[in-house]
């Protein structure tokens, strides 16, 4: 089975400051994962995906298989960082396990004060 | 270009009582999902259809059908509404293939209430 922790419920930290959301991961197979954030009022988006090693509004995120984990980093949060964050890993669903999907972590609420 | 829409926006339904939640998508994607959100628990996979014309159960489906009605639209019915069942729906989208597979769009929820 595959299963998505992250640790944090809430997380604050001042503007400027660096912060990490933790993302633990169970995956028996070479995982995908992503971040997709949901700031107030909108949409859940697509923030990055580790495939892509890119970095989105100054958010990067390292995938380390021998730690099970994806967290997310950004050296200097904004205000407007502020948002509730979900790791996400892409796993194999249904009875023949062909078809891939999501599974979400519980989320962090991330509060970056000025 | 919409993206993903869902109506209604918010419901209120007695024990017992039965609704149909809408999705639509205008991007032409092949696969799309349905999902509820409750607190502490993140997004939880009720049903997913990967292209037109199937359809098959996420992490909890019990309580609920789908029907992919065309490539646009995924519906999802709760035939006798239980208070467990008090959650915000999210439907999505994705291509379904090729580098995009997991990017999903998503629509902007329904706040479902069961009393």
């Given at each position: 089975?595959?299963?998505?922790?992250q640790?944090?419920?809430?997380?604050?930290?001042f503007?400027?400051?660096?912060?990490?959301?933790?993302?633990?991961?169970?995956?028996?197979g070479?995982?995908?994962?992503?971040?997709?954030?949901?700031?107030?009022r909108?949409r859940?988006?697509?923030?990055?995906?580790?495939?892509?090693?890119e970095?989105?509004k100054?958010?990067?995120?390292?995938?380390n298989k021998?730690?099970?984990?994806?967290?997310?980093?950004?050296?200097?949060?904004?205000?407007?960082?502020?948002?509730m964050?979900?790791?996400?890993?892409?796993?194999?669903w249904?009875?023949?396990?062909?078809?891939?999907?999501?599974?979400?972590?519980?989320?962090t609420?991330?509060?970056?004060?000025p | 270009?919409?993206?993903?829409?869902?109506?209604p926006k918010f419901?209120?339904?007695k024990?017992?009582?039965?609704?149909?939640?809408?999705?639509?998508?205008?991007?032409?994607?092949?696969?799309?999902?349905?999902?509820?959100?409750?607190?502490?628990?993140g997004?939880?996979?009720?049903?997913?259809?990967a292209?037109e014309?199937?359809?098959?159960k996420?992490?909890?489906?019990?309580?609920?059908?789908?029907?992919?009605l065309n490539?646009?639209?995924?519906?999802?019915?709760?035939?006798?509404?239980?208070?467990?069942?008090?959650?915000?729906?999210?439907?999505?989208?994705?291509?379904?293939?090729?580098?995009?597979?997991?990017?999903?769009?998503?629509?902007?929820g329904?706040?479902?209430?069961v009393?």
């Open positions: 089975a595959q299963r998505v922790t640790p944090e419920k809430l997380l604050s930290v503007k400027g400051a660096p912060v990490e959301l933790k993302c633990n991961y169970s995956y028996s070479s995982p995908e994962l992503f971040w997709y954030v949901q700031y107030s909108q859940l988006q697509l923030l990055l995906r580790h495939i892509s090693r970095s989105i100054g958010f990067t995120a390292d995938l021998g730690e099970t984990s994806f967290h997310l980093k950004k050296p200097f949060a904004q205000e407007e960082d502020s948002a964050y979900y790791c996400a890993l892409s796993g194999r249904g009875s023949s396990g062909s078809a891939r999907q999501l599974t979400f972590g519980s989320g609420q991330l509060t970056v004060l | 270009n919409a993206g993903v829409t869902q109506t419901q209120v339904l024990t017992g009582q039965s609704m149909t939640l809408q999705c639509a998508q205008d991007m032409n994607h092949n696969s799309m999902y349905w999902y509820r959100q409750d607190p502490g628990m997004l939880r996979l009720i049903y997913y259809s292209s014309g199937t359809t098959d996420g992490e909890v489906p019990n309580g609920y059908n789908v029907s992919r490539k646009r639209e995924f519906s999802l019915r709760l035939e006798s509404a239980a208070p467990s069942q008090t959650s915000v729906y999210f439907c999505a989208s994705s291509e379904g293939r090729g580098p995009a597979y997991n990017e999903q769009f998503f629509g902007p329904t706040r479902l209430t009393l």
